[in-house]
């Protein structure tokens, strides 16, 4: 999941003329989204009812909808749509939850003591670099087809992002904002948990949120092994029965609900460090 | 003669950086004691080496020869006995105006309560009581520098040290925060040293003068100022013939 298109507007400056002319082009900006929303649905639904392609390759909007009701109240394999959300949803909380954790954790090391640096650092851009589904057949070896390899799946997937920012975050640290600390009695982890550590918070919270979007696009790799119940277990059972229209809605649901929480953490990350951009 | 009761003693101080072509001499052969309640200010043009003269009495950096004593104890490294005040503010953006100034006290383990208070105190003598619950980066300029000078007396340290406090200031607020400091200094009785290139203010701030020359930073000055501990010494006979001295001396040295 990368980042919205459009870019979070910044903290908006308290003179008048920019705020008249910042009403009009926001308002813009909702109509031509809402435009190419409607207008690719409108397209969609053309082609659908032209029968260029049959419907098992390309169902209708009224198809998808339907299965969309469907799903919700009666299932799909077994689960509501909710639910398959929900399963998706929590695995990827506690998965980016552990991963940012142990992100921080190792972000900090690497970023302090320069032996661990050496050790982890190009480990973690090893790991980083590797695409979550080929680790995966690994992980179904080593803990099974239950949630222990999904779990890890996505710690190991967001770990190393988090680790990376907290790293670089802690190397640019000002010196003497630690000089500062020293020479007012801090010891070495007073300096850690109180000047390292908030200094490199706006970095850790955007590496949190670059973690969640990769748990996110992980999650569906994750529930390629026994992954029902979860949207991308949704996804992939629905893809061996040609249930074209489960896929699609499938789409839509994981799409929405990505835009959704990473608007939600591009609001903490503004939350969390209020003083960036202002020293 | 440095004596024991000296609240900083320099003895045969050298200091030189790694460069690319070998060593930087930025300090050579500084002997120096200054007696406590004292304000020395060292001038110096620019490459004197008066920053980092600074930055081993706060013990930042290890001189390569020499020994430092503040208070009779020999400087290992930076502690809270010696306070510093940097030219940028340096506040810590993710606390509280009191935060800041109780940070020296928090690493102390002193109790929340006792903290308050001395925050508050401190605040108030910088003029700045009832901008405790501020934000750092709501404050101007000098409000900061304000803010860093209460936090470096937080913990009641021996000396104070100030790196060009008020160079990243207007000449307004430079001016004001240079009074506070002399009526700071006078109500406190607080040892202090500080840099600055400005000859002015080092004769306004200063009870003990000293001048460095260009690298290898040396002393060519040492002067005790004489002029009383008014409020502003720039109406003294003597602060004109004083300036001008440490002017010329200012000048043979960046020479």
Redesign the interface.
Known sequence: MSAPAEAPPAPAAPTAPRRRREGPSRRRALGLRVLSVGGLLLLWWAVARAQVWPPVVLPPPGAVWAQAVATSTEGYSGHTLGEHLLTSLRRILVGSAWGTLGGVLLGLLIGLVPAVRAMLGPLVTFVRTLPPLAYLSLLVIWFGIGEEPKIWLLVVASLPPVAVATADAVRGV?P??L?????????PW?QAL??VL??S?PEISTGVRIAVGVAYTSVVAAETVNGVPGIGGMIREAQRFNHTDVVILGLIVIGLSGLLIDRLLVTLDRTV???RG?? | MPSTDDALVLTGIGHEYRGGSGPVPALDGIDLSLAAGEHLVVVGPSGSGKSTLLRLIAGFLRPTRGEIAAGGVPVRGPGPDRGMVFQQPTLFPWLSVRANVEFGLRTAGVPRERRREVAGERLAQVGLADAGRMRTYELSGGMRQRVAIARALAPDPGVLLMDEPFGALDALTRERLQDEVRALWSATGKTIVSITHDVDEAVRLGSRLVVLSARPGRIVLDETSGLPRSPDPRAEPGFAPLRDRLASAVRAAAA
Do not use: F, I
């Open positions: 000002d003497d904002h000089n500062a600390a020293r020479s007012l009695g801090a010891r007073q109180w000047v908030p200094h918070l460090a209020p003083w202002r020293t």
